[in-house]
């Protein structure tokens, strides 16, 4: 089956950092995301890039918090984690487009139709 693989998930401290990568068999689409989902919650976008000009784009609770980059020859997408606070323990999955967003409205997990397995990640006040 083809699907993204995320890794980097862990247990940190309030104000530490991970990166979760998402590896993917070939490029699924040129729009790539990162969402999360927290128990009892909706899924919720995290952060976004254009895999062609990598442009990216970020959820309001995690702009200057998070970095979103992407490494095409290793076929990987990366989200940095830092300043981490105790409210963003939450599964994180990568996800793949169907196509591409319209204008900035790259946070529908409806418009996507390749995800992973999801990564965990705890942080303790």
């Known amino acids: 089956q083809v699907q993204p693989v995320e890794s980097g998930g862990g247990s940190v401290q309030s104000g530490g950092s991970l990166r979760l990568s998402c590896v993917v068999p070939?490029?699924?689409?040129?729009?790539m995301a990162w969402f999360r989902q927290a128990p009892g919650k909706e899924r919720e976008g995290v952060a976004a890039?254009?895999?062609?000009?990598?442009?990216?784009f970020y959820a309001d609770s995690v702009k200057d918090r998070f970095t979103i980059s992407r490494d095409s020859a290793k076929l990987t997408v990366y989200l940095q984690l830092n300043s981490l606070k105790p409210e963003d323990t939450s599964t994180y999955y990568c996800?793949?487009?169907?196509?591409?967003?319209?204008?900035?409205?790259?946070?529908?997990?409806?418009?996507?139709?390749?995800w992973g397995q999801g990564t965990r990640v705890t942080v303790s006040s």
């Open positions: 996800a793949a487009h169907r196509g591409c967003w319209d204008g900035d409205s790259w946070w529908h997990a409806s418009e996507y139709n390749y």
């Open positions: 070939r490029w699924l689409s040129n729009c």
């Open positions: 890039i254009y895999l062609g000009g990598g442009r990216a």
